[in-house]
């Protein structure tokens, strides 16, 4: 359930008898023709529909990351580390002041992964509070399903188009953009990155069909549900 359709009364009364809640990390960058909120849309969908059977809140998607090689793409907006890392820990106090006590973070964009780290040094200060750390999209079950589809999947390829992260009225390339090479992408600045890249796509099909994606999808949902029913140590 969405914490958006809850009041302060229904989250107090919440708390009486559940202390779970759920935490989608997002990201505001290119994705080529896709949309720019791609991973904050994805990680709170996946978030609001794992949770839902156990009934569990979920807060809105933090919309901005870690993402300062994409700088060169308008509409990318990009934190410092030290920022986003601030903007985490002060959600993470504010959960825990309130008594949520098992915290699920939903991670869409693999930049802000220094929010793992994080998270495992703020449960080690907060003795009873119980975070995990989650990355839908590559996941081993979630992953595993991408690769059976199609081993060739990327940024802004294929694996992120769902229909609802495509933009009405935008046509798609038909053709299977060769694969980037990541060794030499990750020593680019921005502006060098963005003419490498040309669209944005690191490499694969742009659209595969969507019973394909609804398999992956659905991998996707049942996995994250497991991180709030399964045990949490």
Known sequence: ??????????????????????????STEQHAYLSLSVDSILSERVSLEAAEPPGVPVFPALPYGITPYFRSFPGTISLRVATHLQ???????SLAGHGFKRILIVNGHGGNDPARSLAG????????????????WNAPRTWAKV???DSVASHASWMENFPWTRLANVALPAERKPMSDMGKLRQLDPQELRTYLIDGNYGGYYQRADTEMQAIWQAGV?????QLTDPWG
Request: aromatic content about 8%; overall charge negative.
């Open 1 to 26: 359930m969405r914490i958006t359709d809850m009041n302060w009364m229904m989250v107090e009364d919440y708390l009486k008898r559940d202390d779970r809640c759920v935490l989608p990390l997002g």
């Open 147 to 149: 690769q059976e589809t």
């Open 121 to 136: 040094e703020w449960m080690a200060e907060h003795a009873g509070v119980r975070v995990k750390f989650h990355n839908w």
């Open 87 to 93: 903007v985490v820990r002060d959600i993470l106090d």
């Open 222 to 226: 049942e996995e994250t549900r497991a």
